[in-house]
């Protein structure tokens, strides 16, 4: 690896971080303002819309900085990307944790309490489903929410997948085995 290559990749897993960091204060603003959790939207609970949108919005830095500079991934940038799709999500829940912080409504963070809120948001978050136009009450997600979450969690590192098929011009991204 060149000199150059090097900060290249640098280049690219900053913007990366970026974009990442700019999806979650989205991600918080939203939810602070309106209640509405963009990255839980899912469609019949099993298509986790949300968290491939915003996954696509938080990772496309890495694409558009490999695209621009002409950047040939490898594998350490793919351990990167979901790396980065993990830490996105663990965003989403400290945006959240800060933005009731900073409005006085929980204590100072530390680990305890933010595992303890993401337990809580996940198992109690509300969910709405609707089915021909007809709306049934919203309901705990219960044990069940952790089940959703790591549907959330293999959409996000789906979308690091995509990601690196996307930028990856030699080929070696491909599921194929060559022989």
Request: one cysteine or more; charged letters at 10%; a neutral charge.
């Given at each position: 690896?060149?000199?150059?290559?090097?900060?290249?990749?640098?280049?690219?897993?900053a913007f990366?971080?970026?974009?990442?960091?700019?999806?979650?204060?989205?991600?918080?603003?939203?939810?602070?303002?309106?209640?509405?959790?963009?990255?839980?939207?899912?469609?019949?609970?099993?298509?986790?819309?949300?968290?491939?949108?915003?996954?696509?919005?938080?990772?496309?830095?890495?694409?558009?900085?490999?695209?621009?500079?002409?950047?040939?991934?490898?594998?350490?940038?793919?351990?990167?990307?979901?790396?980065?799709?993990?830490?996105?999500?663990?965003?989403?829940?400290?945006?959240?944790?800060?933005?009731?912080?900073?409005?006085?409504?929980?204590?100072?963070?530390?680990?305890?309490?933010?595992?303890?809120?993401?337990?809580?948001?996940?198992?109690?978050?509300?969910?709405?489903?609707?089915?021909?136009?007809?709306?049934?009450?919203?309901?705990?997600?219960?044990?069940?929410?952790?089940?959703?979450?790591?549907?959330?969690?293999?959409?996000?590192?789906?979308?690091?997948?995509?990601?690196?098929?996307?930028?990856?011009?030699?080929?070696?991204?491909?599921?194929?085995s060559k022989?």
């Amino acid at each position: 690896m060149t000199h150059t290559s090097h900060q290249t990749r640098i280049l690219c897993w900053a913007f990366c971080l970026l974009t990442s960091l700019m999806a979650s204060v989205i991600q918080t603003v939203v939810w602070r303002w309106t209640g509405l959790d963009l990255f839980s939207f899912s469609y019949l609970v099993l298509l986790p819309i949300g968290a491939l949108v915003m996954g696509f919005i938080a990772l496309s830095g890495f694409y558009l900085g490999a695209t621009s500079f002409k950047y040939q991934p490898d594998r350490i940038d793919f351990s990167f990307l979901l790396v980065a799709a993990l830490a996105f999500a663990l965003q989403i829940f400290l945006g959240m944790y800060l933005s009731l912080y900073l409005m006085g409504r929980l204590p100072f963070p530390d680990m305890d309490i933010l595992t303890s809120f993401i337990s809580f948001y996940v198992t109690e978050a509300k969910h709405t489903m609707h089915f021909n136009r007809q709306t049934s009450d919203t309901v705990a997600a219960g044990g069940a929410g952790w089940y959703l979450l790591m549907v959330q969690i293999m959409a996000l590192c789906a979308v690091a997948r995509t990601i690196y098929g996307a930028t990856d011009r030699s080929g070696n991204a491909q599921w194929e085995s060559k022989y």
